[in-house]
């Protein structure tokens, strides 16, 4: 791939998850966007050089950039990856047209943005800051309006919506677990109770 110059040097950073020594990297998005990457979490340094910390993932016809699905350390803010259940809500949701939707602890706003092709209004709700900087990211990524807003579930939440969507944290977890996109208290189900 690096045969293919700055396309092919992309393409093993963002989507292969390879290893990129800095000056490559740098030479191929400049030192603005390296430096944007940095404060926005998405690089790791290690002996091997720079490693994205984020994957593009294809859902429905769109893409979404979440953090990667295999963390070596797990972090409190970590944002869920699209794994089989983010798919499986994905492709069951009923796709009519609505009037508004929520997408509650919407993660990389996947749920949000999918709503957004068939519902006049659309938002999306996390109590993680960088999981609203995903979804915000995403949305502009994709081309959509939806809105992306700081809640614990239904507490900052006023309205009527036509359709409610949700992808919990779902794994059992003891008082005090910070990672923050899995924590489901005690038996996992503290959230979708």
């Not at 659309?122 to 502009?140: K, V, Y």
């Amino acid at each position: 791939l690096r045969d293919h110059g700055v396309l092919g040097t992309a393409i093993l950073f963002f989507l292969l998850q390879q290893p990129i020594q800095l000056q490559e990297l740098r030479g191929c998005i400049g030192d603005h966007a390296l430096s944007a990457l940095h404060r926005m979490g998405w690089l790791s340094l290690g002996g091997s050089g720079v490693r994205c910390r984020v994957s593009l993932y294809p859902c429905a016809g769109q893409f979404f950039w979440t953090d990667h699905s295999a963390p070596l350390e797990p972090w409190g803010e970590q944002v869920y990856w699209l794994g089989e259940d983010s798919y499986t809500l994905a492709y069951c949701t009923s796709r009519m047209p609505r009037q508004r939707s929520l997408d509650l602890c919407t993660g990389s706003g996947v749920h949000a943005i999918l709503a957004a092709g068939h519902c006049g209004e659309s938002l999306g709700i996390d109590i993680n800051p960088r999981a609203l900087e995903f979804g915000r990211l995403n949305a502009t990524f994709n081309g959509c309006n939806t809105q992306f807003h700081s809640s614990d579930c239904y507490a900052q939440v006023t309205g009527d919506f036509d359709l409610i969507t949700l992808n919990p944290p779902f794994a059992p977890a003891p008082a005090g677990t910070s990672e923050l996109y899995r924590a489901g208290g005690p038996t996992g189900e503290t959230v979708t109770d």
